[in-house]
């Protein structure tokens, strides 16, 4: 029996010496219609604060995928569904995802990360720019709603305006009737300094030239005549 498993275990490590390829090799390879690339970029991102790119991130990015699968699929995928391959110190990568160790097509895999992208960015605190999916478009993020409407600015200052309009208007109406006012007062002042220019100690002489062609002379005399007598 042990000679058995060592036997075994003799095999696989020949037939991976001898340069023999595994069926998840071949899936799973940059030359595989299955595999999906990543490009990520810690430093361009967070600067001093990036972290370091170990197997505890990459097993996150494992169960970040089988979730999206599993989201969009509603499929029991594992994080050992998950496959990478074709690793490089400028954290780079390939990953494909086996159902049942069948492969599964890029298509669905691509709704399943645009489904969830939002999800990849905040749990490596990236972006689209900074974690990328090759050959997979970002959704766009929702537009946020904005805490005021505003439609509602734009109808406070017309009503604003109006306002105002409606006061200036009013304001200028009454000082123009005001100076109406003060311009027929004037003019009715002028015109009694008039009419009291022909009357002498209360009486008006015009009138009395008018009676019947007389002129009453007692009652036209000038105040200096009158003080003489």
Known sequence: ??????????NVFMAAESGV???LQKICSKDSPYAHKV???????LGDQAYDW??????????????GMRKSMNRPFNVSDVHICEET???SFYFVVTDADNPVPKRHVE???RMVRARFNNAFSLDDSTLEFVGIKPTLAPVKEQSFKVWLVVFGVVIGLVVVGLIAIIVTGQREKMKKARAAEEEEGENE???????ENGIYCNKLD????????????????????
């Open 39 to 45: 490009r990520i970029s810690l430093h361009a991102a």
């Open 111 to 113: 709704v399943a990360i």
């Open 89 to 91: 110190k400028r954290i």
């Open 1 to 10: 029996m042990r000679f058995g498993i060592l036997l075994i275990v003799f």
């Open 193 to 199: 300094d008039k009419n009291l220019k022909g009357t």
């Open 54 to 67: 170990d197997d505890s991130e990459q097993f996150y990015f494992q169960s970040t995928v089988a979730y």
């Open 210 to 229: 008018g009676s019947e062609g007389l002129k009453n002379e007692a009652f036209c005399l000038d105040d200096d005549k009158l003080t003489q007598l």
């Open 21 to 23: 390829i595994t069926p």
